[in-house]
C-alpha cells in the first residue's frame, strides 16, 4: 500500500530561515496534499499537488512534486515562530479520496 | 472561509458505553469522512460517505463503527461499545463534489474530537 514517510522527523531552526521537508510515497497517486497542525488542534489545509504538476506556491510555500522519484518536497521560506507545528503529507489514490498520511515532521521555530 | 466544525471537542467515556461524535461539513459539500490520529501516531482513515451510503471504509472502521447523516447539515459516527483502544482523536473532513476531478479535491478537516476512554 502507498504510504507517505517524511523526514525528517524533526526540525529546528532560527526565525528568518528557510524550512524544507520531504515526502516519500510508494504507489502511483493522483494528488499529494501537504497539511500543518499545531499541537492537539485540527489539520490545516496548506496545499494540494496534482500528479501532473511538478511546483506550486502558496505565498511562503513552495511545493515541488517527483513522480518518477515518488517525492514531494515542501519548503517554507522565511520561517516565523507562528510556523511551528507538524506538517503531514498526505496521498490521494484513485476513487474515493481516501487520503493516506505520513508520519509527519515536528518544526520547531525559535525567536 | 467556511469550515467543518465537531463536537464535542473533548469527551472522556466509560469502555463498554456508546459514543456518538458529531461534525457539520461545510455546507455545499458532498463527500464526508472519518480519521482518527491515536496520540504520536499516524492519521489514519476510517470511512468515507457519499450520496447517503458508505463508499469506503478502512480495516478499523469494524461492527463497532458506524456513520450516519441524519439530515442535511449533521454527519455523526458512533462508536457502540468503546474500547480502551479507541482513544484517539476523531477528525471529521469534507470535499466538494468535482465531476472533472473527483479525486483531486482538497479535503477540509475539522478541529477533531478528542475521546478518551477509561
Known amino acids: 500500500s502507498q504510504q507517505g514517510e517524511e523526514d525528517p522527523q524533526a526540525l529546528s531552526i532560527q526565525e528568518g530561515e528557510n524550512a524544507t521537508m520531504n515526502c516519500s510515497y510508494k504507489?502511483?497517486?493522483?494528488?499529494l496534499q501537504w497539511y500543518r497542525q499545531n499541537s492537539g488542534r485540527g489539520l490545516v489545509h496548506l496545499i494540494l499537488?496534482?500528479?501532473?504538476?511538478r511546483e506550486k506556491h502558496s505565498g511562503r510555500l513552495r511545493v515541488t512534486l517527483d513522480t518518477s522519484k515518488k517525492s514531494s518536497s515542501l519548503l517554507i521560506t522565511a520561517s516565523r515562530a507562528a510556523d511551528t507545528a507538524s506538517y503531514f503529507c498526505?496521498?490521494?489514490?484513485?476513487?474515493?479520496?481516501?487520503?493516506?498520511f505520513g508520519t509527519g515532521t515536528r518544526l520547531l521555530v525559535s525567536p | 472561509e467556511p469550515e467543518v466544525t465537531q463536537t464535542p471537542s473533548h469527551q472522556v467515556t466509560q469502555m463498554g458505553q456508546e459514543v456518538i461524535l458529531r461534525c457539520v461539513p461545510i455546507s455545499n459539500h458532498l463527500y464526508f469522512y472519518w480519521y482518527r490520529q491515536i496520540l504520536g501516531q499516524k492519521v489514519e482513515f476510517l470511512v468515507s460517505?457519499?450520496?447517503?451510503?458508505?463508499?469506503?471504509k478502512s480495516e478499523i472502521f469494524d461492527d463497532q463503527f458506524s456513520v450516519e447523516r441524519p439530515d442535511g447539515s449533521n454527519f455523526t459516527l458512533k462508536i457502540r461499545s468503546t474500547k480502551l483502544e479507541d482513544s484517539a482523536m476523531y477528525f471529521c473532513?469534507?470535499?466538494?463534489?468535482?465531476?472533472?476531478?473527483?479525486?483531486?479535491?482538497?479535503?477540509?478537516f475539522g478541529e477533531g474530537s478528542w475521546l478518551t476512554v477509561v
Open positions: 499537488i496534482r500528479s501532473n504538476e
Open positions: 460517505f457519499y450520496n447517503n451510503e458508505i463508499s469506503e
Open positions: 504507489t502511483s497517486i493522483n494528488n
Open positions: 498526505a496521498t490521494g489514490n484513485t476513487g474515493f479520496q481516501k487520503l493516506v
Open positions: 473532513a469534507s470535499s466538494q463534489e468535482d465531476p472533472g476531478h473527483r479525486t483531486q479535491n482538497t479535503i477540509y
